[in-house]
């Protein structure tokens, strides 16, 4: 079946598609309703209508789970299985999300508002993420020391255990992909808590695991809040990882629970409020304001690593703000099944009024208001694209981080001010530079305080690029070979020889 091409036939897939959502969690091999038996809506924040009734999952459930994860590892059924079995397993499992992309993408476009054109891109990242980690597994050596004759030493690596994956609603099935690739990969057994707000496109993804021949017990998927299934995950003593892609506040609060229970591992990608530092000597100073623009507006500003803090070298601030906005001007919100649409709506109410709350603020505090700012009528949560000019450190709209379509612009004078200004932040996730000069680039990059930089483009990179941050911005690492080793642990075997 050919990919849909307008509005009118991504409406009557996502007719055909609706009535068969499944809801319940993945629990070894079966889609089970929660002990509990409580649910909760999966609401279409474009239209407010019910999507689907979700099992709430709690810490019986995790319970269930985590005894199942365990004892397949135990087993070795997916652990101790060769590498390169592993990998035609996971390859199939690409393969299965290639043929259904469209309706991945469309789950994840009904679930949390994001344009539907925005999530087959992330079908692609996803897919892509699957193979690569698929690809690497039998490419990661152990290493054997240099000992004397009497001696063989070796490194070895292994798998962890039980990994507990938390990801987010902005990027559902991509972040999953990211978190679940190498560490199945790697031989651990996953278990999957998808954000509340975006959990079907994981629950589809399980159906096709099960496809692929992933063994039961290896993945598993438990919708639920974060204070429940996610508490209970965090705290569980038989869980020897958590990967988390969250809020900071949230990852502070499971590193706390690590160091509660068992010492588990804790990778996080947290917050950010990430600079875009456009200088006075870039080329072709439309296509850099139309990047710029896109790097705060895309996916409706909810983006970890938005460029959401806009530094402009004075001397060209006044032109370069007026091509930012006339850009945002082509960046406006839309039915999110509308190809044509650049942004979607908001994810749910309580992120609609937060970043409403943010735009009231920024306004009081004294922000020049240059576009965007009112409410847009109608069912949906949408909000148009949002540029405040003359912002300064101490206001809210500076050095928060909003998670919506609000751009706060800055000015300054010189390299070490945008430096100044760029470094001034609890976050480290990315930054952005603009400039022809190869000695001033390379000066700035090495200074600026984050983990990925991104040079006369905003979050370039592809699967060979590790993706996460420094600071506040958490401290683990997405995508890459460096993401698979995370996954393994290493054992010394010391063999002494006659």
Partial sequence: MSRPQTLAEWQALAARLTPQLQGNAFINDEFVPAVSGETFESLNPATGERLAMVASCDSADAEIAIRHARAAFKSGIWSRMAPTRRKQVLLRLAELMEAHQDELALLDSLDMGKPVTSALNDMAGAIGSIRHQAESIDKLYGEVAPTGQQALGMVLREPLGVVASIVPWNFPLMMTAWKIAPALAAGNSVILKPSEKSPLSALRLAQLAREAGIPSGVFQVLPGFGHTVGRALALSMDVECLAFTGSTAVGKQLMQYAGQSNLKRVFLECGGKSPNIVFADCANLDRVAESAAAAIFYNQGEVCIAGSRLLV????????????????????????????????????????????????????????????????????????????????????IGCEEIFGPVLSVFGFETEDEALALANDSDFGLAAGVWSQDIDRIMRVTHRLESGQVFVNNWAGGDQTMPFGGVKQSGNGRDKSHHSLAEYTQLKSVWIELS
């Fill in 313 to 396: 070298e004075n001397s060209i601030r006044d032109a370069f703000v007026a091509k930012v906005v006339a850009a945002a001007e082509r960046m406006q919100p839309g039915d999110p099944l509308d190809p044509a649409s650049f942004m979607g709506a908001m994810v749910d109410s309580t992120q609609y009024e937060r970043v409403m709350g943010y735009i009231r603020q920024g306004v009081e505090e004294g922000a020049a208001l240059r576009a965007g700012g009112e409410e847009v009528d109608g069912p949906g949560l949408f909000i148009r694209p949002v540029v405040f000019d003359g912002v300064t450190p101490q206001m809210a």
